[in-house]
């Protein structure tokens, strides 16, 4: 891919935040964006490319389409696949891995897929050259997205390697984490202005907070990864690289005055956040204390609250219903003149907060289809029962 020339990319993400990546792809100056089904597609060029990977936190990795053709009978595949003329994009003695995903087509096992197309790259470059790359799952020189949806199969090469969600700055992390894009795009989705103070009352390993405090700074949501998949491409223009980091990296700076703070009630829990925080370089912008929500006090006058309670699914709760009453009686007591988010699989329980949302929005937390919901804390009303 010359350095200049304009492609076609296919950014994936968490079903339920297109929206916020579309916003993020526009701001990297990605041209032609269309909203698709947990992804969004966009044209750039070599920069662009590096600068989705590195720059946009709802990003759960980006892939380059290079082969799209029709699949009538299963013999098809391995034909097409064949024919392609993979020497552009690896070398016979460098490693692969396959990944396929198959809807409504004529295969049924999508381990099958990846396992022909593999045995066709294999084949093609025996033939050629006598020798064959071999297979890396784990940490390959090329790693091959195939996509069967009924007759359309669409052939891509990975350029994230590891997902995006693996940011590199956790070192530590609690019974049931966040997934750092997922966090990212609550903060996107709740609204807040990165100028009102920010607080997560049940913190955990403190993704939410620093996910905060990076998109605040303006800190590359890959500033601390060191890896892609597109480092080990043959084309891999490593000064183009250097120059999109360090532009990036000229525009951090940590807003003054602003206030992120995280409560947890265990001690052991909150030890992992301050670590993370502390590798993160954060130390001075977010604030950690050892206090349970329903003993808290309120940081400032007023602000955002983002949270994150357990669900019951990885972690038990002894009494979900009572859970849930507690968050929204301390919400009501404690913290009016605030907006509250608040993220969760119990699409039962949560209707005991007891407030009316004032905008829901239906997100995936792995396989856990959640609400995040913001309410508006006003003093002794605006109370209801929640429906779905």
Known sequence: MPENATSLFIAKTISGLEPALKAELDGIGALNTELMNRSVS???????????????????????????????AQEDL???????PWEDHLDADSTLAVDAVISYTVFTNSQFVAQKTKDAIVDRFREKTGKRPS???????????????????????DSSGNSLHKRGYR?????????????????????????KPLLDPMCGSGTILIEAAMLAAKIPSGYFREDYGFMKWKDFDSRLWEQVKSEARGNIKHPEGLRIVGFDKSVMILKKAVENVSFAGLDQQIYLKRVAFEDSVPPSAEGVIIMNPPYDERIQLDDSV????MIGNVLKRKYS???AWVI???????????????????????????????FDLYEGKKTFTFTE
């Open 135 to 157: 297979v890396d799952l784990d940490n390959p020189g090329l790693r091959i997205n195939v996509h069967l949806f009924k007759n359309t199969c669409t052939v891509s090469l």
């Open 42 to 72: 966009f044209e750039g060029d070599k920069a662009c490319l590096y600068r989705a990977n590195y720059l946009c936190p709802s990003a759960l990795r980006v892939i380059f389409p290079v082969h799209v053709f029709e699949i009538n």
């Open 337 to 339: 003149g605030y907006k």
């Open 322 to 325: 009572e859970f849930y009453k």
């Open 171 to 195: 070192r530590q992390t609690g019974i049931a984490p966040l997934n750092e894009v997922l966090a990212a795009g609550l903060i996107k989705l709740s609204g807040w202005d990165m100028k």
């Open 78 to 84: 391995y034909r097409e696949i064949r024919e392609f």
């Open 344 to 374: 969760s699989s119990d699409l039962e329980a949560i209707k005991f907060v007891g407030l009316r949302p004032s905008r829901k929005f239906k997100v995936f937390n792995g396989p856990l289809e959640c609400r995040f919901m913001g």
